[in-house]
Antibody, heavy 117, light 107 residues
Framework: EVQLVESGGGLVQPGRSMKLSCAAS????????MAWVCQAPKKGLEWVATISYDGSSTYYRDSVKGRFTISRDNAKSTLYLQMDSLRSEDTATYYC??????????WGQGVMVTVSS | DTVMTQSPASMSTSVGERVTVNCKAS??????VAWFQQKPGQSPKRLIYLATNRHTGVPDRFTGSGFGRDFTLTISNVEAEDLAVYYCLQYDSIPWTFGGGTKLELK
């Protein structure tokens, strides 16, 4: 069974940094592209970033380019999202997701990030 | 980027009715569309993949259809447990993009 468990969220001040982690299990991690998807309170789902199975390619939505960095450690089956220069509009639940080209996304349970002074 | 325009944004229904949710892609995505259901406080749940295929365990009252740019999720004989927000997703081209969501409520 695919399991994706996020950690690292919480309250952070504007302009500060936060790093999210996602521990993956139940599948061969280094066979899959991985992504972060966010959902602001009472809003819809938005793709944030994707990293290829081997970490060689990364993609970001425009609003986070230059501020967020997606990375992975295949030896530890762990996905990361380093978020710098955080803004109030980054407040959201962040989901770790496995990109399955057949089914779409497999989802973690999500972790809340609140950017506020 | 491929924009997925989902409609309606919300709809009211009664138990036992049939409802349809639509997604229109800004360019052809073939059949590479999925539908997800999200209930409050939960992560999204897979319903339909590759436009028409029902995931294991999804009741057959959920049906997906469409090809190219126009896609539909139909829920027949709505049950109270179906009240949720539904999202379409195109995963044909990077970045994968979602529709804005449809909230299904009881009249």
């Amino acid at each position: 069974e695919v399991q994706l468990v996020e950690s690292g969220g919480g309250l952070v001040q504007p302009g500060r940094s936060m790093k999210l982690s996602c521990a993956a299990s139940g599948f061969t991690f280094n066979n899959y592209d991985m992504a972060w998807v966010c959902q602001a309170p009472k809003k819809g789902l938005e793709w944030v970033a994707t990293i290829s199975y081997d970490g060689s390619s990364t993609y970001y939505r425009d609003s986070v380019k230059g501020r967020f960095t997606i990375s992975r450690d295949n030896a530890k089956s762990t996905l990361y999202l380093q978020m710098d220069s955080l803004r109030s509009e980054d407040t959201a639940t962040y989901y770790c997701a496995r990109e399955n080209t057949y089914y779409g996304y497999d989802w973690g349970q999500g972790v809340m990030v609140t950017v506020s002074s | 980027d491929t924009v997925m325009t989902q409609s309606p944004a919300s709809m009211s229904t009664s138990v036992g009715e049939r409802v349809t949710v639509n997604c229109k892609a800004s360019q052809s995505v073939g059949t590479v569309v999925a539908w997800f259901q999200q209930k409050p406080g939960q992560s999204p749940k897979r319903l339909i993949y590759l436009a028409t295929n029902r995931h294991t365990g999804v009741p057959d009252r959920f049906t997906g259809s469409g090809f190219g740019r126009d896609f539909t999720l139909t829920i027949s004989n709505v049950e109270a447990e179906d009240l949720a927000v539904y999202y379409c997703l195109q995963y044909d081209s990077i970045p994968w993009t979602f529709g804005g969501g449809t909230k299904l409520e009881l009249k």
